[in-house]
């Protein structure tokens, strides 16, 4: 099915989400815990998490660990920090964000909007979360740590990391944003060709400012400031409290019903629009072609 008007785009519109608490403490365990034991296993754009990882009773199979690249560390990262907070808080975390959102490639899915996919519409993991309603996008200037970013570069390359604290214009560590930041510390996958290549830290940098190499500080210059959301795309997870999925996915049904009704007049109010809305919701999307652009070269 066809539609007139950029499905994902319009689908934005049906969606909503709260203000409220955030998750960032248990992402930031999660960094703590996943660099401890899995850094430094290689950056291959097309494989996926750095080992299996286990989701309440199920599994989430990795492609050909250790091997990952950006957008994959970052959904493994947020996976561990949801089984965290299982262990501390509540299990019942798992059935407000079923295996399905990880594993399926739908337009409803974590899966095809954190990676991206095809259709999706997505624009980075703050996209994303916002959209599935367990989260919201914010602006560079309101991040803190624990929150995601995903960056393009003058080079036309890109990445998706999760955001660890502004870098002032002398390269200093900084918790608080003001005219003289020039960049900022974030954790992923990256460093093709580097002996620290896979999940990692790196030091990223506005263009052109770009500072003298540090061994303890690898740098990612060339990164592009920009207020649109479609080329720094910074976002937040809240307290998942507060997450409701099945809401989001409802109102996704809800925005697809209004544009095959829409575009489709003559089935408008008819039992078959319920079917063609799951048949919609049930396609997969496939990978998207932007994922080479996430190749995993940075300047250190």
Known sequence: ??????????LLFFCSVSRADDFNPYIIRA????????SGGGYDINK?????????????????????????AVAETIIEAINLYAKDQD????????????TSGNISSLRANIFMYDGAGSK????????LGLGRQLPFEQLKKGDFINLNRTSGTGHAVIFLGYLDNMSKETDVYSDNVAGFKYFS???????????????????PFC?????SAPRDCGVIRSKNGAILNGGRIHDPATWDYASAVAQIKAGLRTLIEQEHP??????VVDSMVEEELSKELAPSTFINKLDGVTTD
């Open 1 to 10: 099915m066809k539609f007139a008007c950029p499905l994902a785009v319009a």
């Open 31 to 38: 960094i703590t815990e996943v660099m401890e034991k899995r």
């Open 48 to 72: 996926a998490f750095t080992r299996n990882l286990s989701y309440n009773q199920d599994l989430i199979k990795a492609s050909a660990p250790p091997a990952t690249m950006c957008v994959a």
């Open 91 to 102: 299990d019942q975390i798992y059935s407000k964000l079923p295996v399905k959102a990880w």
């Open 124 to 131: 980075g993991t703050g996209y994303a979360v916002e959209r």
């Open 189 to 207: 996958a990256q460093g093709k060709g580097k002996p620290d290549a896979g999940l990692a830290y790196r030091y990223a940098y506005f263009s």
């Open 211 to 215: 500072p003298q190499p540090t061994p």
């Open 266 to 271: 003559e089935v408008r109010g008819l039992p």
